[in-house]
């Protein structure tokens, strides 16, 4: 190896330890319990709630979900046969994979609570599968993998849709070329906020149409956004709306005044890294409006066939 490709090397392992540090640090500001149990308390699932980059938390997955989170971001690298579990360089995260931080974590609490993520919860959670590179060929390799959960995958076959617990959403490095022409598949697209008006694509590709925060719109000098502002975003909301799919902004300011706006704006997930704090917004926002935080339906699901 050649000096300066060592000091690259060097530089480029530095800045992504220093960035996740500060991210763990972020996260493990908040309370939160230990080990992998959960609390006997009743879990309120969360319809608006969105843990951005969830395995930055103490306890990835586990911490979502006590606290009624329904969409949850995961990241993940391809690397030989696996698909890691990473921001930005995945070498040093052996073991920490798509499959056994999150897939098989969620089948067997499905399996445990008689077909529920959450119990008497019948919608689907989302789980958001960001892929940071080669998004094609990562998919090709993904479905593989996915087909092995198929009894908890939405899926959409021969131009049905048929709603299971879980629903994965490819976000990142997106596979437009296959997943849109594919006859059976377990898996859809998250679509650009921005490019909703000229949209090829319908819900059952890409359910949910983001961007970021900053691309869009701009807060005013008290954090907070104008009526201008507002009414921009409005008319991207009632578009997507329109066609059936949620909206999200990332990279959110996390702050409470911005939050309710948006809400009030009609967007339907809120990004944040602060689990706690936009879990206790979002319970206290409800109780303030006296309306349901979710609509429960008691049917039961599919009963779960053995994974293949």
Same mark, same amino acid.
């Given at each position: ?36 149990? *959960? ?7 969360? +319809? ?16 979502? +979900? ?32 798509? &499959? ?35 998004? &094609? ?44 022409? *594919? ?41 907070? +956004?104008?009526?201008? &502002? ?25 702050? &409470? ?31 303030? *409006? ?19």
């Amino acid at each position: 190896m050649k000096p300066h490709d060592f000091v690259r090397c060097f530089w480029i392992l530095f800045l992504y330890t220093s960035i996740h540090s500060c991210q763990q640090i972020a996260a493990r500001n908040q309370p939160t319990t230990t080990g992998n149990t *959960e609390t006997s308390k009743t879990i309120v699932p969360l +319809l608006n709630a969105y843990a951005h980059n969830d395995y930055w938390q103490k306890r990835p997955l586990y911490d979502a +979900l006590e606290h009624g989170y329904t969409h949850i971001e995961v990241d993940i690298f391809k690397v030989a046969d696996e698909f890691v579990v990473a921001h930005l360089i995945p070498f040093f995260r052996q073991g920490k994979t798509l &499959e056994n931080m999150y897939l098989q974590p969620l089948y067997e609490r499905i399996q445990k609570n008689k077909g529920y993520v959450y119990p008497g919860y019948a919608q689907p959670i989302t789980l958001m599968v960001d892929i940071k590179l080669n998004g &094609e060929s990562t998919y090709r390799a993904l479905k593989r993998l996915l087909k092995r959960y198929k009894s908890v995958l939405t899926s959409y076959e021969n131009g049905v849709l048929m709603e299971r617990q879980i629903t994965v959403v490819l976000s990142g490095s997106k596979p437009f070329q296959q997943l849109p022409n *594919e006859k059976i598949r377990y898996a859809f697209i998250d679509e650009d906020l921005k490019k909703i008006q000229s949209s090829k694509y319908n819900k059952n590709v890409c359910p949910i149409a983001s961007c970021k925060f900053s691309s869009l719109i701009q807060v005013n000098e008290n954090g907070s +956004l104008t009526v201008s &502002e507002q009414q921009k975003l409005i008319q991207f909301v009632t578009i997507a709306h329109q066609q059936g799919k949620k909206v999200r902004l990332w990279a959110t300011p996390e702050k &409470e005044i911005l939050w309710n706006e948006l809400l009030e704006c009609g967007v339907d997930l809120i990004n944040t890294d602060r689990l706690v704090s936009l879990k206790t917004f979002l319970v206290n926002r409800t109780q303030t *409006e006296k309306m349901p935080v979710v609509s429960v339906h008691h049917s039961s699901p599919t009963v779960l066939a053995d994974r293949k």
